[in-house]
C-alpha cells in the first residue's frame, strides 16, 4: 500500500500570511491525488483534485502542486484566515484501487492565529 | 447541505452485540464507501460498494463486517459482533460523478463497552 507523509502534525501561522502543507508519498506514484479538510468530529471534506499531468490546481484562496519526480504535492492557503484551522489530508488512492479507495495521510493540523 | 446523512450520529453498546449504522444518500448514486477513524489515528478504508455489490475490501473488513443497500436507498454497514476495537467514527461516503472525488457523510460515533 501507499505511504503518505505529511510534513508536520502541526503548523501555527498568523492570519493573512500563506499556510503550505506537505504531503510526500512513496511507493508508487498515483495517477491523481486528492486534499481533504477535516474539523475536529466531523467528516473530511474534498477541497482539490490534481492529476498526475497537472502541475498545479487552484480554487479560490487554494493552490496544489503535483511534482512527480519529487513525489510530493504542495497544498497552499494564501490569505489565510482563523476560519482554516483544521486538519488537511492528503489522499491519493490505493494502488490498484478500481473504485479509487482513498488513502489517507495522518494530516496536518494547521492553526491560523489572528 | 451534507451529501449524504447517517444515522445515529453516536452508537453505544455492549461488547458482543451487534450493530448497524445506517447511511442515506441525498441523491441517486451508484458509488459507496464505508471508512472508520479511531480516535486521533488515519481515516481507514473499511468497503466500497458499486451497483449493491461489494467492490474492494480492506483487512479491516473481516467476516465481522457486512454491507447492504436492502430497500435501494439506505446503505447499511453491519459488525455482528462488536469488539472494543471497534470504537470509532465510521464514516459512509459517496462517490463523485466520474470524478474520483468522495463526499462524506458527518458520522456515526460507534463506543463499544
Known amino acids: 500500500s501507499q505511504k503518505i507523509e505529511q510534513n508536520s502534525e502541526a503548523l501555527n501561522i498568523q492570519e493573512g500570511k500563506t499556510a503550505t502543507l506537505t504531503c510526500n508519498y512513496t511507493?508508487?506514484?498515483?495517477?491523481?491525488l486528492q486534499w481533504y479538510r477535516q474539523d475536529p468530529g466531523r467528516g473530511p471534506v474534498f477541497l482539490l483534485l490534481?492529476?498526475?499531468?497537472?502541475k498545479e490546481k487552484r480554487k479560490e484562496r487554494l493552490k496544489v502542486t503535483f511534482d512527480t519526480t519529487l513525489k510530493q504535492s504542495l497544498f497552499h492557503i494564501t490569505a489565510s484566515q482563523p476560519a482554516d484551522s483544521a486538519t488537511y489530508l492528503c489522499?491519493?488512492?490505493?494502488?490498484?484501487?478500481?473504485?479509487?479507495?482513498?488513502?489517507f495521510g495522518r494530516g496536518t493540523q494547521l492553526t491560523v492565529w489572528p | 447541505e451534507p451529501e449524504v446523512t447517517q444515522t445515529p450520529s453516536h452508537q453505544v453498546t455492549q461488547m458482543g452485540q451487534e450493530v448497524i449504522l445506517r447511511c442515506v444518500p441525498i441523491s441517486n448514486h451508484l458509488y459507496f464507501y464505508w471508512y472508520r477513524q479511531i480516535l486521533g489515528q488515519k481515516v481507514e478504508f473499511l468497503v466500497s460498494f458499486y451497483n449493491n455489490e461489494i467492490s474492494e475490501k480492506s483487512e479491516i473488513f473481516d467476516d465481522q463486517f457486512s454491507v447492504e443497500r436492502p430497500d435501494g436507498s439506505n446503505f447499511t454497514l453491519k459488525i455482528r459482533s462488536t469488539k472494543l476495537e471497534d470504537s470509532a467514527m465510521y464514516f459512509c461516503?459517496?462517490?463523485?460523478?466520474?470524478?474520483?472525488?468522495?463526499?462524506f457523510g458527518p458520522g456515526t460515533r460507534l463506543t463499544v463497552l
Open positions: 490534481i492529476r498526475e499531468n497537472e
Open positions: 461516503a459517496r462517490g463523485g460523478n466520474g470524478n474520483n472525488e468522495q463526499f
Open positions: 511507493n508508487y506514484s498515483p495517477a491523481y
Open positions: 489522499a491519493p488512492p490505493d494502488r490498484g484501487s478500481t473504485l479509487g479507495r482513498l488513502y
